[in-house]
């Protein structure tokens, strides 16, 4: 178990420093549920959704392809853009 949590611990800090996101309060949480997903289903499935199929697989394919640019974060919340970043783009749409 060990692994695993050092597997997606390392896999979501690398792909939210490379695209500047920063992480829900309850980021233990998160992991603690991915991991939960792992040992169930067999791979770190978002636990903020039902279908264990591969486009669900921590970050999912909607944060992969720009959710959180769009949104301020992912759909359940574990990857957000830095507080600065949504008052800028919350200001930009409002221009």
Do not use: W
């Amino acid at each position: 178990m060990q692994q695993a949590e050092a597997e997606i611990t390392e896999r979501i800090d690398n792909f939210a420093q490379m695209r500047g996101y920063v992480f829900n309060e309850d980021k233990e949480l998160f992991i603690k549920g991915l991991l939960t997903k792992k040992s169930r289903y067999g791979d770190f499935f978002c636990p903020c959704r039902f279908q264990n199929i591969p486009e669900n697989i921590c970050p999912c394919f909607d944060t992969r392809m720009g959710r959180v640019r769009k949104n301020g974060s992912c759909l359940c919340g574990l990857f957000n853009l830095p507080a600065s970043e949504v008052k800028a783009a919350h200001q930009h749409k409002n221009a």
